[in-house]
């Protein structure tokens, strides 16, 4: 993905909310809210490069029985404090997720806890 701007240097990219989709309504999300992929085999984290550019090789996949599939992502910019600030980049979304979902519990029912 790219932004292409003459003020690139002024803003931070983070791509979000990707689904595949087969185009008659079946869909997956692949990139979460964050901006993390939500399966490493798919897709890894996106890279980011300098002036608004993000991408990622992939392994090859569709629906079955279907030729097509199509994918939507959002895009988020954020305005930098000074152009010479670097951005936020997913790993460091991702190191966020992995710690929360390590401190999260599993299940909210009181019956099936141990203790």
Not at 13 to 41: P, R, W, Y
Not at 76 to 96: G, H, P, Q, V, Y
Request: overall charge negative; some cysteine.
């Amino acid at each position: 993905w790219t932004c292409e701007s003459d003020d690139s240097l002024q803003y931070c990219m983070t791509v979000h909310s990707c689904t595949a989709d087969d185009g008659q309504g079946i869909g997956q999300q692949i990139i979460d809210e964050k901006g993390c992929t939500l399966d490493n085999f798919l897709m890894r984290n996106l890279d980011y490069g300098d002036n608004l550019v993000a991408g990622q090789e992939a392994h090859v996949f569709k629906f079955a029985d279907k030729p097509t599939i199509f994918f939507a992502c959002m895009i988020r910019l954020e305005l930098k404090e000074d152009a010479a600030s670097t951005c936020m980049t997913t790993l460091f979304a991702a190191l966020i997720r992995t710690l929360f979902n390590q401190f999260t519990p599993l299940t909210t029912d009181r019956d099936s806890l141990p203790y």
